[in-house]
């Protein structure tokens, strides 16, 4: 059993990895993607490589950028656990270089709204636009606001999650503050892991997101630099991540951007 890292920043692989077990219901969508892009790939955050080595396993010549070091050696030990070989890029998602360019760049699962203020968001997406062939395309996937759940978080705590994972319970507990006039929500987060025969590991830990109306993403991508770009709805990835004809709030916005 590989003992669980105190949370940094946000947390380590290994407890990412737990507490995000669940959500498996995105990647045979990405696999989709990547396969008909046409040319390279790039995951950008890509993390302990949740995506990314399925991508490599279904054949797909794909990159990883990630801020965080032990993240990208997660990576490459699954990696290569599964036979599979990718550059991989330690870097910021707001100002990186990487020596070619892609036909899909991609970034999963709220990753981007780590982005905390409008000018790091315009950063990123310039980032990606610049990193893309003439005829490449960008694709973001973060979820809707609910207007209704955000004026609920008021810091109330509640089970967010629970689901058995590498032999253990994993129970998360949030307990989010939203901010309507910076659209931010922080999180104060408890997680407990019970293993049968042993002590449960808890941990704490806390983050922010900012999140972003569907019009206001439209904007930021028009003013990104993006030529068109159109908005699909889906379910949650920790569910089917199925397609929707229309987006309600809470559904997950996946953006298409192209450069041209």
């Known amino acids: 059993m ?7 920043h946000h947390v380590g692989p290994a407890l990412y ?45 794909a990159d990883g950028l990630d801020a965080d070091a032990d993240m990208l050696e997660a990576a490459r030990a699954r990696i290569a656990a599964a036979g599979g070989r ?40 310039r980032a990606c636009r610049r990193h893309l062939t003439r005829e490449g395309a960008l694709e973001l996937a973060l979820f809707a606001p609910d207007p209704a759940k955000l004026l ?3 810091g109330t705590e509640h089970v967010s999650s629970e689901h058995v994972a590498d032999g253990a319970t994993v129970t998360v507990w949030d307990a989010p503050l939203a901010d309507v006039v910076a659209q931010t929500t922080r999180v104060r987060r408890r997680v407990e892991i019970r293993r049968e025969g042993q002590e449960p590991e808890r941990l704490t830990m806390e983050f922010a997101v900012r999140w972003i109306w569907p019009e206001e993403m439209a904007l930021l ?19 089917a991540f199925a397609a929707r004809d229309t987006l309600r709030p809470g559904d997950f916005m996946v953006w298409t951007a192209w450069t041209a």
Do not use: K
């Open 2 to 8: 590989t003992r669980l890292e105190p949370p940094r």
């Open 17 to 61: 990895d737990l507490m995000y077990a669940n959500v498996r219901g995105d990647i045979p969508y990405w696999v989709a993607r990547a396969q008909a892009a046409r040319g390279p790939v790039l995951e950008v955050a890509c993390g302990s490589g949740r995506v990314l080595a399925p991508l490599l396993q279904a054949g797909v010549d």
């Open 86 to 125: 990718a550059r991989l890029v330690r870097g910021d998602m707001r100002d990186f270089t990487m020596p070619r360019r892609y036909a899909l760049a991609f970034i999963a699962f709220n990753s981007f709204l780590h982005n905390m203020t409008r000018a790091d968001q315009l950063a990123t997406l």
């Open 152 to 154: 609920e978080y008021d």
């Open 221 to 239: 991508l028009e003013v990104a630099g993006f030529a068109r770009m159109r908005v699909a709805a889906r379910t949650s990835p920790r569910e």
